[in-house]
């Protein structure tokens, strides 16, 4: 199986693997420098408030000695660490807004805040 895994070094956010980001709950108490129980107990408060669909994030991957572990996409990894307070959690928010805003400082975008039945766009 391919995947790609997030790792930050020296304050830099690098990319490791190929194919799509996939990662276990070890693997991203790792790169937010905290717990496992603390991603633990964030995903399961996730996944129950229904923030994120379980079916889209959340993959069971099962090794060849029958083994298993579950693995979470790019998805459920920024969610989480905008819950997480460390000091890898900043850095990486700050790099998923830095990548967002340069993908979208070339559309214009068009945010309402409260919309009433006679609205209209130009």
């Known amino acids: ?5 997030i790792n930050i070094e020296n304050g830099t956010v690098h990319f ?3 194919g799509d980001i996939w990662m276990t709950q070890h693997e991203i108490a790792d790169l937010l420098e905290c717990f496992v129980a603390k991603i633990n107990a964030n995903v399961r408060s996730i996944l129950k408030n229904r923030f994120l669909d379980e079916n889209k994030v959340c993959r069971t991957y099962t090794y060849k000695k029958g083994n ?7 998805e459920m ?3 989480l660490s905008f819950r997480v307070r460390s000091y890898n959690a900043d850095i990486f928010r700050e790099f998923i807004v830095r990548k967002a ?3 979208t400082a070339s559309r214009q975008i068009l945010i309402c805040s409260n919309w ?7």
């Open 1 to 5: 199986m391919k995947r790609k895994i």
């Open 16 to 18: 490791s693997g190929s």
């Open 68 to 74: 298993s572990v579950e693995q979470y996409n790019l």
């Open 77 to 79: 990894i920024i969610a």
């Open 101 to 103: 805003i340069i993908e």
């Open 116 to 122: 009433d039945q006679n609205a209209m766009l130009n």
